[in-house]
């Protein structure tokens, strides 16, 4: 196994675990926690997952500047293309929205609750449905 397959392992399975474990583990129950308001899980949620969105970049690259090294298969480039594109849209088209709300409630407004979330998990389920099959191909060539 070279070590542009390693790394492209290595960031697949990592980002698979990242996505996982804040998406759907620590978003959802942070809202759970004793004397945890909506403005504090908010401010947490907002931090988190700008840190969560900026390490997936990074692990995309990783993933694709191994993909020099060692040509890709049509499959595996098909299935990292799914789960770049489901983050891109994230940034591009539902972050902002979820931002703005964000702001409306740190502010002290009683903003409206928004749907933009049910995207964004939409979103990642595709981008995990992507991400598990990569690492399997991954691991299997």
């Known amino acids: 196994?070279?070590?542009g397959s390693a790394v492209a392992i290595a960031a697949t399975f990592l980002w698979l675990g990242m996505v996982t474990a804040i998406s759907?583990?620590?978003?959802?129950l942070k809202f759970r926690a004793p004397n945890?308001?909506?403005p504090i899980c908010l401010g947490i949620g907002r931090l988190v997952f700008r840190a969560l969105n900026s390490a997936e970049l990074v692990l995309a690259a990783a993933i694709a500047a191994s993909f020099v090294s060692e040509r890709p298969t049509a499959p595996i480039v098909?299935?990292?293309a799914v789960a770049v594109t489901m983050l891109l849209a994230q940034l591009v088209a539902v972050r902002p929205g979820l931002s703005r709300r964000a702001d409306q409630v740190l502010s002290g407004l009683d903003a409206p609750r928004s749907r933009?979330?049910?995207?964004y998990v939409g979103l990642e389920l595709i981008k995990v449905a992507a991400l598990v099959p990569l690492g399997i191909l991954l691991l299997s060539r």
Do not use: N
């Open 1 to 3: 196994m070279s070590i």
């Open 116 to 119: 933009a979330h049910y995207a």
């Open 24 to 28: 759907f583990m620590e978003a959802p």
């Open 36 to 38: 945890a308001t909506i």
């Open 78 to 80: 098909v299935t990292f």
